[in-house]
């Protein structure tokens, strides 16, 4: 199976898992898209301005928007194809895809921060219908998974853990996650990923102990015939006595 988060630093993080091991991973990093984005937004905004006039309504401005639009529809189908080719060659015959969070309050920030995260929020809804068609295509179920806290627990113990940047301790992109509890500490944008897994775990556990189960039930089936005939010795015996 493959899990994947639609994380922080990166657009999107996948791990490919066979059992407990996990034998591939895949990034697909959003900084270049989220470059072009905001140069497509803020020569937008220029516009807007020059012309004192909402942009919307700006005639250059609506092809402009239009062009915006599209490079985000073509930005998503292509990651997800990425990751539906990740899951198919590693054999994986579920994606399980962390459902989207409210998206976070954009108070107190300029109009282009605004609208370029209003995109990247809607762009990871596009991401997420793209795969479940293209997996559908290739006969992967994909399941979607509540996020809760999964970027921010400690896939070792559970905690509520930290992300911090090793190289400049507050600032920049935050890659190394650490669990003030039991002290875990490892790559931040495989946590999401990997706590997808546990929790996926836990609603369908191995397949181990299930097939044990199954095969004990078939058993008894077999010898259900067996008991009746001894009940009824038993019945008969007692009976007799
Ligand atoms: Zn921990």
Request: proline share 6%; no cysteine; glycine share 8%.
């Given at each position: 199976m493959t899990t994947v988060d639609l994380g922080e630093n990166n657009l999107a993080v996948?791990?490919?898992?066979?059992?407990?091991?996990?034998?591939?991973?895949?990034?697909?990093?959003g900084r270049a898209h989220e470059g072009r984005r905001l140069r497509r937004l803020s020569a937008i905004r220029w516009r807007q301005m020059a012309s004192g006039k909402p942009a919307r309504g700006v005639r250059s401005n609506r092809r402009r928007w239009a062009r915006l639009?599209?490079?985000?529809?073509?930005?998503?189908?292509?990651?997800?194809?990425?990751?539906?080719?990740f899951a198919k060659t590693h054999g994986s015959r579920v994606i399980v895809l962390e459902a989207l969070n409210r998206m976070p309050q954009a108070q107190r920030m300029g109009w282009t921060r605004r609208q370029n995260l209003r995109r990247s929020w809607w762009m990871r809804g596009r991401i997420l219908?793209?795969?479940?068609?293209?997996?559908?295509w290739e006969?992967?179920?994909?399941v979607r998974r509540d996020p809760a806290f999964t970027s921010k627990a400690c896939p070792h113990c559970g905690a509520y853990g930290e992300r911090f940047s090793r190289r400049t301790?507050?600032?920049?992109?935050?890659h190394?996650?650490?669990c003030p509890a039991c002290g875990w500490e490892g790559n931040a944008d495989l946590v999401g990923a990997i706590n997808?897994?546990?929790?996926?775990?836990?609603?369908?556990?191995?397949?181990?102990?299930?097939?044990?189960?199954?095969?004990?039930?078939?058993?008894?089936?077999?010898?259900?015939?067996?008991?009746v005939e001894d009940k009824g010795a038993v019945e008969g015996a007692a009976n007799a006595g």
């Open positions: 996948a791990v490919a898992w066979r059992g407990r091991k996990v034998i591939g991973t895949l990034f697909v990093r639009a599209q490079a985000e529809e073509d930005a998503a189908r292509q990651i997800a194809r990425r990751i539906v080719r219908s793209f795969t479940r068609a293209m997996a559908l006969g992967i179920l994909v301790g507050g600032r920049g992109p935050r190394t996650f650490r997808l897994k546990k929790k996926w775990d836990r609603t369908f556990p191995p397949l181990g102990p299930l097939m044990a189960v199954a095969k004990a039930t078939k058993n008894d089936t077999k010898t259900a015939p067996a008991r």
